[in-house]
């Protein structure tokens, strides 16, 4: 994977090595063979880096002490992630070693919710090259620039546009922060190795001001290109990664939600794709769905879901749960009746001008409503919804906070026993109410999930932890599967076998305590367990070969890269 240094196998010991193709000092600035002060007296030997070192040899526990300390000294979310950005660029073993140790502590700062802010900061914070940067200026040498990077077959690439970060809008070239964290987490939590992973930004510009007006602004200073230009340029990149990284998976991540589904559409069956913000949530939103009816009772194929917003986030979702349900026996029109959408519109109804395609597939019949008690019938309400729907799962993707007024919550506890309520918009600031709100307004008897992590909540003398709905619960497992298995597609029945398979990790502690997901702790058995459950399917729909099921666990644990020193060995 890397022409610097290769993991191979002792042939009379059996025991991994890292042979390294370079000496002294440039060992030092790769972080991928960079140990510090853990090089042993021998390597400083062979290596040629005596004098470059302090003389005293630190074992890994040491170094991470001292990393720890450092990081905890840190004042605000914001300086740990940039001291943690920084160790990545030093250290990778260290890096992923300390997030492995402290996963619940580190992952939030790394990823949502303190990603977004370096998103928003990314041009004052830049220090080091990370991943491509493909400008549209570069348009017809695509190609050529991902030749020049260097990796030869990468795992997994993870692209964005920069139009549609989090909940937090176009940042243009802050979005590469979030290739760069969701491969983090690949590595964190289902061990790809750090040196086959691949963060790629298409810079077409942003029509964010605050950025063009920005004199340290680092991306292309001009308005977003758009139309036929922006799919040409696109297309293009396609066809460079099919021709330059053919064997390696591609994620699509935070485009617009006309382009995220768009995208998924045009290219799902050109080369192994998928979108994390489709089909991730959705499958990570479904698995918490089905883990809450061990406490509320009931089949899935009983309850009705209404979506406080309608993007592509809502799209992947709803689609997920009408496959969940045909699956349990319901045919897809009647499983289409389980599902109500309200975005600012209000309920979304067929007939409203400039309805949107995505959004027509799931919108409500107006004969159907005639008899709803409402005060507007132009613009149905989300409460107004609840009262007349009845509906006993309520998920909120509209990154509009406060969206889950007491009202809402109230009128989903006055109709349901344990009224489900996901508010999963992230950042923090954008969660349509907070975990303490939602058991509040509902005398405890709320089922949570979040987007983003949120602290405990005291109770009525009981303590609720609230579980996250978190991507990387599903995300990082599927792309292991499709890694290791070869896939050639990723198919829709993945992704539920993805959220069966998380549901089911969901342990009987777990949901005493309130939560319906597995704590962050067992994220990597639970990678390992989807990535298994996808080959399986993969296999079973002609996307992998046969002979991967003869010891697939094994196989995809031996493929699980671990934060730890080798021996190494000199190839100069």
């Not at 940039?82 to 160790?87: I, M």
């Not at 990314?122 to 030749?147: C, K, N, P, T, W």
Request: charged content about 25%.
């Amino acid at each position: 994977m890397n022409s610097n240094f290769a993991t191979k196998v002792d042939e009379k010991t059996g025991l991994p090595y890292l042979a390294v193709r370079k000496r002294g000092r440039d060992l030092l600035l790769d972080p991928l063979t960079n140990k510090g002060t853990g090089f042993p007296l021998a390597e400083r030997d062979a290596l040629g880096l005596h004098g470059f070192l302090p003389p005293k040899i630190c074992d890994l526990d040491e170094q991470l002490a001292r990393a720890y300390e450092n990081n905890r000294g840190a004042k605000t979310p914001l300086e740990k992630y940039v001291h943690l950005a920084t160790l990545q660029d030093r250290n990778e073993v260290l890096f992923f070693r300390l997030l492995h140790e402290h996963i619940e502590e580190l992952m939030p700062i790394v990823y949502t919710p303190t990603v977004g802010e370096a998103c928003q900061r990314f041009s004052h914070l830049y220090r080091q090259a990370r991943g491509i940067y493909l400008g549209i200026d570069q348009r017809g040498r695509v190609a050529e620039v991902l030749r020049g990077y260097p990796i030869e077959r990468p795992s997994v690439i993870v692209v964005t546009d920069g139009e549609r970060i989090l909940g937090l809008g176009d940042q243009g070239i802050g979005g590469m922060g979030i290739p760069i964290g969701k491969l983090c987490l690949y590595t964190l939590c289902a061990g790809l190795p750090p040196d086959t992973t691949l963060p790629i930004i298409l810079d077409v510009g942003t029509d964010n001001q605050e950025r063009l007006d920005d004199p340290l602004y680092l991306g292309l200073r001009r308005n977003r290109v758009r139309g036929a230009e922006y799919q040409e340029f696109v297309d293009e990149f396609v066809e460079a990664v099919k021709e330059v990284f053919p064997t390696a998976v591609l994620q699509w991540e935070d485009f617009l939600k006309e382009n995220a589904m768009h995208q998924l559409g045009r290219f799902r069956d050109k080369l192994c794709s998928f979108n994390d913000d489709i089909q991730g949530t959705a499958a990570v939103t479904v698995a918490g769905l089905i883990a809450s009816l061990r406490i509320a009772g009931g089949k899935l194929s009983d309850q009705r879901l209404l979506l406080g917003g309608a993007g592509a986030s809502a799209q992947g979702i709803a689609a997920l749960f009408v496959a969940a349900l045909v699956e349990e026996g319901l045919d897809v029109r009647a499983a289409h009746g389980h599902v109500f959408m309200v975005d600012r519109g209000g309920l979304v109804v067929s007939g409203r001008p400039k309805l949107e395609p995505f959004k027509a597939e799931f919108a409500r019949d107006p004969a159907e409503i005639s008899d709803w008690r409402v005060s507007n019938r132009e613009h149905i309400t989300l409460e107004e919804t609840i009262l007349n729907a009845h509906p006993t799962m309520l998920v909120g993707t509209s990154a509009t906070p406060g969206f889950f007024t007491e009202a809402v919550v109230r009128a989903m506890g006055c109709i349901n026993a344990r009224p489900v309520i996901f508010p999963l918009s992230n950042p923090t600031s954008k969660a349509e109410c907070t975990p303490a709100d939602a058991l509040r307004w509902t005398d405890g008897r709320a089922l949570v999930a979040t987007g983003s992590p949120f602290a405990p909540v005291e109770l009525q003398g009981r303590r609720f932890r609230t579980g996250q709905c978190n991507n990387s619960f599903i995300f990082p497992g599927v792309g292991l599967g499709a890694w290791v298995g070869r896939l050639r597609y990723i198919s829709d029945e993945m992704f539920l076998d993805a959220a069966h398979t998380l549901a089911n990790c969901v342990s009987e502690a777990d949901l005493a305590e309130g939560a319906l997901f597995p704590q962050l702790g067992r994220i990597r058995d639970i990678s390992h367990a989807i990535a298994c459950a996808v080959i399986r399917r993969g296999i079973e729909q002609g996307h992998a070969e046969r002979s991967l099921e003869r010891g697939l666990e094994e196989r995809v644990r031996r493929s699980m890269w671990f934060p730890q020193y080798l021996p190494f060995r000199s190839e100069a």
